[in-house]
C-alpha cells in the first residue's frame, strides 16, 4: 500500500488507537477496553504498540504486551493482542506490515517468544506454530477445536524445544473472555 506509515504509538494517541480498535472490531466492544486496560498495566509492561497511517489517517494498530512462561520467566516474552485494521482499509496489507513490522522491532529488542490467539492460517505466513504441539499452554484453556489457534513464534533463538510450560500474561489479559477464539 503507498504512502502507508507505522510508527510507535504514545500514550497521547489513546483516542486514536481505541477508535481504530472500535472500528475494526464492531461487534466485540470489550476489545477497546481491554487495549486500554494493557496499555496502563504496570504487568504488560513494556508493550509495542504501533499504528499505521495512510496518508494521516490512522487505519491499523497492534499491540504486544508482556508476558512470562511460568517455568522460564527470563525469557523475554510478549503476547500479541488484538490487531485491528478499519474494516475500509482491510484486505491490503496494512495487517501483515503492521505484524512484520512489530516482530522486527520485537527481534531487534531480544525477545525471545511472541505468543497469538488468532487465526491459524493467517498467523502460520509469519512462522506461528501450533503452541500446544510445542508444549506451550495458553493462560486459560483453549477449546480442543480452537487449539490450533493459540500459537507461538520463536524470534531470537531456537528456544523452542528448550522450554515449555503455561504463559501467564498481564493482569488485564487475565480474564477468560479473552481467551475464546
Known amino acids: 500500500m503507498q504512502n502507508l506509515s507505522i510508527k510507535e504509538a504514545y500514550s497521547e494517541q489513546l483516542d486514536t488507537i481505541l477508535q481504530v480498535e472500535q472500528a ?12 486500554s486496560e494493557l496499555l496502563t498495566d504496570p ?14 489517517q490512522a487505519v491499523g494498530h497492534i499491540l504486544f504486551s508482556k508476558a512470562q512462561l511460568d517455568s ?4 523475554p516474552t510478549v503476547i500479541l493482542a488484538p490487531l ?13 506490515q503492521l505484524v512484520q513490522t512489530g516482530l522486527q522491532m520485537l527481534t531487534d529488542s531480544k525477545v ?11 498467523y502460520a505466513r509469519f512462522g506461528f506454530q501450533t ?3 510445542l508444549g506451550f499452554t495458553a ?6 477445536k480452537n487449539i490450533d489457534a493459540w500459537r507461538v513464534k520463536n ?8 522450554v515449555s510450560g503455561k504463559v501467564l500474561c498481564a493482569n488485564a489479559l487475565d480474564k477468560p473472555e479473552y481467551w475464546i477464539e
Open 155 to 162: 524470534l531470537n533463538s531456537n528456544i523452542i524445544g528448550k
Open 84 to 96: 485491528a485494521v478499519l474494516p475500509s482499509f482491510q484486505n491490503q496489507g496494512i495487517g501483515r
Open 131 to 133: 503452541a500446544s504441539l
Open 112 to 122: 525471545a517468544l511472541v505468543f497469538v490467539l488468532g487465526y491459524p492460517a493467517y
Open 139 to 144: 493462560s486459560y484453556p483453549i477449546l480442543d
Open 24 to 35: 475494526a472490531f464492531t461487534s466485540d466492544v470489550t476489545i477497546s477496553t481491554l487495549v
Open 72 to 75: 522460564a520467566p527470563a525469557v
Open 43 to 56: 504487568t504488560a509492561q513494556p508493550t509495542l504498540s504501533l499504528l499505521a497511517f495512510q496518508e494521516k
